[in-house]
């Protein structure tokens, strides 16, 4: 496993992250999901993310019983604020924010996280608001550092630019082969002002591993086939991507690469990606995946994905 600094933090973070969306404490059973994080760290992952929201606090319960025990110098925690707990809780108010920040830290059973990010932005709350609110966070030393995740760039840019706030570090945007908004704004402006990204999704919610056969049924221990997980595939379902994505295997046998080791290391090819977040229910997955850390692509393999992904981006 290689390891990259995120942003202007001091935070070394794993090339490979280890996600909990849609799967621990809710979708994966609670042993499945233990061996999972167990071969995370077996392999080198330091990195995990979660949110309060993913299970409304079920994948954080689960988070901080399993790695309740471990030295918290060894990995690098970081959650989420602001879609409904309740219907009364939500949103990036000053309030809130130190109410879920104090709600996660009891679920992770922690002091601190390393890494505090803002689910979305929130057009209710003025900015100065939230952003002084995070400052006090990190203060008060309940988190180390702040980020952000789907910002834009003139929201990350009004941020920055607010005199007196905690600086943002990382920013947590959706990011594949397939999903490569990011490079037209919010990339170039994390390279200006040194910001890491934390990429999500980078394999297409499972599509990326070549696993869905054009106009065939999911398998039964896929995602897809999962009510729970495979509820927001979207277009990644549609056959004319299901059908490019199939081009994409005799690129990644070339390689000598899985898929999803393929699309992994095409994410990582930019250094401006700290780490590309990987969701599992198996820890054979995350072994596989691990091993995306370190590899280079050609240039004449970058120009046959695109070009194989050309009629569906």
């Known amino acids: 496993m290689e390891y990259r600094q995120l942003g202007r933090s001091d935070l070394n973070v794993s090339e490979i992250s280890l996600g909990s969306w849609l799967t621990y404490g809710v979708g994966v059973e609670t042993e499945a999901a233990r061996s999972c994080v167990e071969k995370a760290f077996d392999v080198g992952i330091n990195f995990i993310d979660t949110a309060n929201v993913y299970g409304r606090g079920a994948a954080e319960e689960f988070l ?154 999911p398998p039964e221990d896929s995602r897809a086939a999962s009510r729970s997980m495979g509820q927001d595939m979207g277009r990644w379902r549609d056959v004319d991507v299901l059908d490019a994505v199939q081009h994409l295997k005799p690129i990644a046998d070339e390689a000598g690469l899985t898929m999803a080791q393929l699309a992994l290391a095409w994410v990582l090819r930019l250094p401006v990606v700290s780490s590309a977040i990987i969701g599992a229910t198996r820890p054979e997955q995350v072994e596989a995946n691990a091993a995306a850390s370190g590899v280079k692509l050609s240039d004449d393999v970058l120009k046959a994905i695109d070009e194989t992904l050309a009629s569906v981006l």
């Not at 505090?116 to 209710?124: A, G, I, L, P, V």
């Open 64 to 217: 901080g019983e399993t790695l309740d025990g471990m030295e918290r110098s060894s990995y690098v925690l970081a959650t989420k604020v602001y879609f409904p707990m309740s219907r009364k809780d939500r949103g990036l108010s000053a309030a809130q924010i130190h109410k879920q920040i104090e709600a996660s830290l009891r679920r992770l059973r922690t002091d601190y996280v390393d890494l505090y990010q803002c689910h979305r932005y929130d057009r209710d709350t003025p900015l100065e608001e939230t952003m002084q609110a995070l400052t006090d966070v990190v203060r008060e030393g309940k988190a180390r550092y702040v980020g952000i995740s789907e910002w834009n760039a003139p929201q990350i840019q009004g941020a920055l630019d607010l005199p007196g706030a905690v600086r943002i570090v990382s920013s947590q945007p959706q990011y594949s082969m397939l999903w490569r908004r990011p490079e037209q704004k919010v990339f170039p402006l994390c390279e200006e002002e040194g910001i890491g990204n934390i990429v999500w999704s980078p394999l297409a919610q499972g599509v990326l591993t070549g696993k869905y056969a054009p106009g065939e049924p």
